[in-house]
């Protein structure tokens, strides 16, 4: 294990941050979602309780009783997104750095280190609205990222994890587009449905 720096996140660090670091990708992602379901998801519901509505006895109609509840989890997620995207801190990892901010790991950072037993890994340190772990890549806030940031090639780190402690090597540390994600329209939702309409179509264009 590599003397040279080794660093144990503090008992007090704060477990949520006040501001939604976020890479550039991250942000599109959640203003894609948001826009979905203003301007399409929201609308489609909305649409569907309206014609239900119109069915008779509310209390005992299916259709009305989903689409309110639906538009309540809708109603919901437009308000989590709006704040996410107010409080966003954006930060791109493909900006040029010079000094320390280009050889430690801070946020965006492209880190690769190895575990006791010499297994390496690289992970991607992102906002907590792009943890994806398939992509490795790991939210700024997690016990992971907590341990690497601010290290750099050379240094060790130590992890507390619910399995236990751990001490990593880290062998490199770059910055480079981090590739998140797109927001995909979800199968299944209201908006895209290929089924029959529950509307008469109109005859004219008007």
Known sequence: M????????KADEPATPGKNYITPSGLQRLQDELRFL???ERPAVTEVVAWAA??????????YQYGKRRLRQIDGRIRFLRKRIEAAEVVDPETPRTGQAATRAFFGATVRYANALGVERVVSIVGTDEVDLDRNHISWVSPLGRAL??????????LQAPGGT??????EVCYERISVEPFREPPG?????????????????G
């Open 54 to 63: 119109s069915n008779g006895d509310r209390s005992e109609n299916a259709d």
């Open 38 to 40: 203003l301007t399409r």
């Open 2 to 9: 590599r003397k040279g720096f080794t660093r144990k996140p």
């Open 166 to 171: 751990e001490y990593l090597d880290v062998l």
């Open 149 to 158: 940031l601010k290290s750099a090639a050379g240094d060790s780190v130590v």
């Open 189 to 205: 939702s209201e908006s895209s449905s290929k089924g029959p309409s529950r509307r008469p179509i109109p005859t004219d264009e």
